[in-house]
Protein backbone atom coordinates (compact mmCIF):
# COMPACT_ATOMS: atom_id res chain seq x y z
CA UNK A 1 0.00 0.00 0.00
CA UNK A 2 1.19 3.29 -0.61
CA UNK A 3 1.28 6.05 1.34
CA UNK A 4 2.50 10.10 1.37
CA UNK A 5 2.24 11.16 4.77
CA UNK A 6 3.10 15.01 5.22
CA UNK A 7 4.03 16.66 8.44
CA UNK A 8 5.66 19.64 9.56
CA UNK A 9 2.99 21.98 9.73
CA UNK A 10 1.59 24.32 12.04
CA UNK A 11 0.55 28.04 13.64
CA UNK A 12 4.10 30.62 12.87
CA UNK A 13 4.71 34.33 12.26
CA UNK A 14 4.89 35.97 9.32
CA UNK A 15 8.19 36.05 8.29
CA UNK A 16 9.73 33.02 9.73
CA UNK A 17 10.22 29.87 7.83
CA UNK A 18 8.97 26.32 8.41
CA UNK A 19 10.13 22.89 6.79
CA UNK A 20 7.36 20.79 5.98
CA UNK A 21 8.42 17.08 5.30
CA UNK A 22 6.68 14.38 2.65
CA UNK A 23 7.37 9.99 4.08
CA UNK A 24 6.40 7.76 1.21
CA UNK A 25 6.05 3.95 1.30
CA UNK A 26 5.17 1.31 -0.41
CA UNK A 27 6.74 2.64 -4.24
CA UNK A 28 10.14 2.58 -5.48
CA UNK A 29 10.95 6.35 -4.67
CA UNK A 30 13.45 7.17 -6.97
CA UNK A 31 11.44 6.47 -9.70
CA UNK A 32 8.99 9.47 -9.06
CA UNK A 33 8.69 12.86 -9.37
CA UNK A 34 7.24 14.54 -5.99
CA UNK A 35 5.18 18.27 -5.77
CA UNK A 36 3.62 20.03 -3.52
CA UNK A 37 0.55 21.89 -3.68
CA UNK A 38 -1.28 24.08 -1.64
CA UNK A 39 -5.34 24.77 -0.83
CA UNK A 40 -6.18 28.40 0.82
CA UNK A 41 -9.45 28.27 2.42
CA UNK A 42 -12.61 29.08 -0.67
CA UNK A 43 -9.64 28.72 -3.28
CA UNK A 44 -8.28 26.15 -5.76
CA UNK A 45 -5.11 24.28 -5.43
CA UNK A 46 -2.27 25.56 -6.29
CA UNK A 47 1.08 24.18 -7.50
CA UNK A 48 3.88 24.97 -5.82
CA UNK A 49 6.86 23.16 -6.17
CA UNK A 50 8.44 20.07 -7.81
CA UNK A 51 11.45 17.74 -7.25
CA UNK A 52 12.45 15.19 -10.07
CA UNK A 53 13.99 11.96 -8.85
CA UNK A 54 17.74 13.25 -9.67
CA UNK A 55 16.67 16.05 -7.63
CA UNK A 56 15.92 19.08 -10.23
CA UNK A 57 13.40 20.88 -8.97
CA UNK A 58 11.28 23.86 -10.50
CA UNK A 59 9.59 26.39 -8.30
CA UNK A 60 6.45 29.06 -9.06
CA UNK A 61 7.77 30.33 -4.99
CA UNK A 62 11.02 32.06 -5.19
CA UNK A 63 10.78 32.12 -0.91
CA UNK A 64 10.85 27.93 -0.90
CA UNK A 65 12.83 25.42 -1.64
CA UNK A 66 12.78 21.53 -2.25
CA UNK A 67 15.22 18.94 -1.58
CA UNK A 68 15.03 15.09 -1.52
CA UNK A 69 16.78 11.71 -0.22
CA UNK A 70 15.98 9.16 -1.97
CA UNK A 71 17.54 6.77 0.42
CA UNK A 72 14.77 7.80 3.22
CA UNK A 73 11.87 8.33 0.91
CA UNK A 74 11.92 11.72 1.58
CA UNK A 75 11.12 14.99 0.63
CA UNK A 76 11.34 18.50 2.61
CA UNK A 77 10.05 21.56 1.18
CA UNK A 78 11.31 24.70 3.18
CA UNK A 79 9.28 27.41 3.62
CA UNK A 80 11.14 30.59 4.23
CA UNK A 81 9.48 34.43 5.08
CA UNK A 82 6.04 33.21 5.42
CA UNK A 83 3.17 35.35 4.47
CA UNK A 84 -0.46 35.47 6.21
CA UNK A 85 -1.43 34.45 2.11
CA UNK A 86 0.66 31.36 2.92
CA UNK A 87 -2.01 29.98 4.63
CA UNK A 88 -3.42 26.39 3.48
CA UNK A 89 -3.12 23.15 3.69
CA UNK A 90 -0.25 21.81 2.04
CA UNK A 91 -0.37 18.60 -0.49
CA UNK A 92 2.61 16.20 -1.50
CA UNK A 93 1.80 14.07 -5.03
CA UNK A 94 4.11 11.54 -6.44
CA UNK A 95 4.06 11.13 -10.32
CA UNK A 96 6.02 8.19 -12.00
CA UNK A 97 8.95 9.11 -14.54
CA UNK A 98 7.12 12.25 -15.63
CA UNK A 99 9.28 15.52 -16.16
CA UNK A 100 8.32 18.63 -16.45
CA UNK A 101 5.10 18.59 -15.20
CA UNK A 102 2.11 20.56 -16.22
CA UNK A 103 -0.96 21.68 -15.43
CA UNK A 104 -2.56 18.57 -16.76
CA UNK A 105 -0.07 16.07 -14.80
CA UNK A 106 -2.07 13.34 -13.58
CA UNK A 107 -0.25 12.17 -10.17
CA UNK A 108 -0.21 8.74 -9.18
CA UNK A 109 -0.52 9.31 -5.10
CA UNK A 110 -1.62 12.05 -3.14
CA UNK A 111 -0.95 12.37 0.76
CA UNK A 112 -3.40 13.62 3.67
CA UNK A 113 -2.02 16.89 3.63
CA UNK A 114 -0.97 19.73 6.53
CA UNK A 115 -2.00 22.60 8.00
CA UNK A 116 0.19 25.60 7.50
CA UNK A 117 -1.30 29.25 9.54
CA UNK A 118 0.73 32.31 8.94
CA UNK A 119 -0.16 34.85 11.49
CA UNK A 120 0.32 38.79 10.82
Known amino acids: QVQLVESGGGLVQAGESLTLSCAAS????????VAWFRQAPGKEREFVIA????GISMSVKDRFTISRDNSKNTVWLQLNALKPTDTAVYYC?????????????????WGQGTQVTVSA
Open 93 to 109: AAVSGIWPLTPRTEYDY
Open 51 to 54: VKWD
Open 26 to 33: GLTFSNYT
